[in-house]
């Protein structure tokens, strides 16, 4: 199943309730850099990007884009009042000291345990692990955005990862376009299941067992 955008969307939107005054974020490429789109005014958020700025904005409009300004990804982004620059070992001593509330990922695969796998496919060609490692590692809480399955219907959520880890034992809440997934000490916990799916599709989309409580949204 393809992607179409609405769901990328639906999906960043679900990740940008997470988001809670005051918060210091870090964003992923792919589906997470949309999470900024969908934070209400009135949250005052400070996204910072491996690359060397805290307090990150929104892309820019065409032709206003700032030739020095760039995300972790390369894409051309703006600031926000209070914003601050720095190098980028000042970045990662930011991660790496612990003191982002949340960052936000995508991921090749998640083991039940939150096994996190989202840096190399074997084999395919690869710009390097960037952040990934350290925030993984390092953040209060590690939020996982992806698809339930890969293109060929593979679940993506696994009782054990065969893809190179990037961190072990670091997700704690994986959002798809069926489900939201809590990982805790007992395993998977369904949280939420997305229109049109059902539970039992859900279940049958995942490759890891899945605790279903009475209160699943």
Request: hydrophobic letters at 45%; one cysteine or more.
């Amino acid at each position: 199943m393809g992607m179409g955008v609405s769901v990328r969307e639906e999906i960043a939107k679900r990740a940008a309730e997470e988001i809670k005054d005051g918060m210091i974020v870090n964003l992923g490429i792919g589906i997470p850099t949309l999470v900024a789109n969908y934070i209400p005014s009135d949250i005052n958020v400070m996204f910072h990007a491996e690359n060397g700025v805290l307090g990150t904005g929104p892309a820019p409009n065409k032709g206003e884009e700032d030739a020095n300004l760039c995300n972790a990804g390369g894409i051309p982004m703006t600031v926000v009042p209070g914003a601050s620059y720095f190098d980028s070992t000042y970045a990662f001593g930011i991660i790496r000291r612990g003191l982002l509330d949340i960052t936000i990922l995508g991921a090749f695969e998640v083991s039940e345990k939150g096994d996190l796998a989202n840096w190399i496919v074997p084999g395919k060609i690869v710009s390097g692990m960037g952040g990934a490692v350290d925030l993984a590692q390092k953040a209060k809480k590690v939020i996982v955005l992806m698809n339930h399955t890969d293109k060929h219907g593979n679940p993506k959520i696994v009782t054990e990862c065969t893809l190179p880890l990037t961190a072990e034992k670091c997700v704690n809440l994986i959002i798809t376009d069926m489900a939201v997934i809590e990982v805790t000490d007992l395993g998977l916990v369904l949280k939420e299941v997305k229109d049109p799916y059902t539970v039992e599709d859900v279940i049958h989309a995942t490759g890891a067992k899945l605790h279903v409580t009475e209160s699943v949204k």
